[in-house]
C-alpha cells in the first residue's frame, strides 16, 4: 500500500485517528461491485474493544445488497477546523480507513452495537437507550460491522503555505 506523500501531514499516532473516528459525527464509506463505485455517508459508532465501527441501516436496498456482494469498503471520517482566512489553506483531521462488512444477527451484539452508537451521537443517551432499545427494536434495525483491516490519519493543524 502507498504511504502518504505529506509525510508532515501524516497522524502516526493511532489514538489520536482513532480519537477522529469516535468525534467524528458521521463517516463516508466507499464500496464497490462489478467496478461500480457508490458512496455512503452514516451515522456510526466505534466499538474501541473489537477495533470496529458499526452503523444501521434499512433492511434492504442499493447498499445492503452491494455489501452482500463485495464487503469491502474504505472510509474516511473528517473533523474539518475550517478555511484558514487569506492564506488558502484548509484545517482538517481526517482517519481512512480499509475494512469488511458484517451484518449482525446476534441479537446481543446487536443491542450493544445500539448502544455504541447511541453514545457516539446523543447528548442524553441513557433516556434514549432506556426509552428505543428494545427487544423489538433490536429484533427489526439491520446493523453492520466493519471490521478495520487498516487505518491510516492526515492532518492540517496549521496553515502551511505552500508554492
Excluded at 497522524?11 to 462489478?34: C, G, R
Excluded at 456510526?44 to 434492504?60: L, W
Aim: proline share 1%.
Amino acid at each position: 500500500m502507498r504511504g502518504i506523500r505529506r509525510k508532515e501531514k501524516a497522524i502516526e499516532n493511532k489514538d489520536e485517528i482513532i480519537a477522529i473516528l469516535q468525534k467524528a459525527q458521521y463517516i463516508t464509506v466507499a464500496m464497490s461491485v462489478k467496478d461500480e463505485p457508490y458512496l455512503v455517508t452514516l451515522s456510526h459508532g466505534y466499538d474501541v474493544e473489537n477495533y470496529s465501527i458499526y452503523f444501521h441501516c434499512a433492511q434492504e436496498g442499493k447498499k445492503v445488497d452491494i455489501l452482500k456482494e463485495n464487503n469491502i469498503v474504505w472510509g474516511q471520517a473528517l473533523e474539518d477546523a475550517g478555511y484558514a482566512e487569506g492564506s488558502c489553506d484548509h484545517l482538517y483531521a481526517t482517519a481512512q480507513f480499509r475494512g469488511r462488512v458484517t451484518f449482525i444477527e446476534d441479537l446481543e451484539e446487536k443491542e450493544r452495537a445500539l448502544k455504541i452508537m447511541i453514545h457516539a451521537i446523543d447528548s442524553d443517551p441513557v433516556k434514549l437507550i432506556e426509552e428505543q432499545v428494545t427487544e423489538k427494536s433490536v429484533k427489526n434495525i439491520k446493523i453492520g460491522r466493519i471490521d478495520i483491516e487498516y487505518m491510516s490519519g492526515k492532518k492540517s493543524k496549521e496553515v502551511i503555505i505552500s508554492l
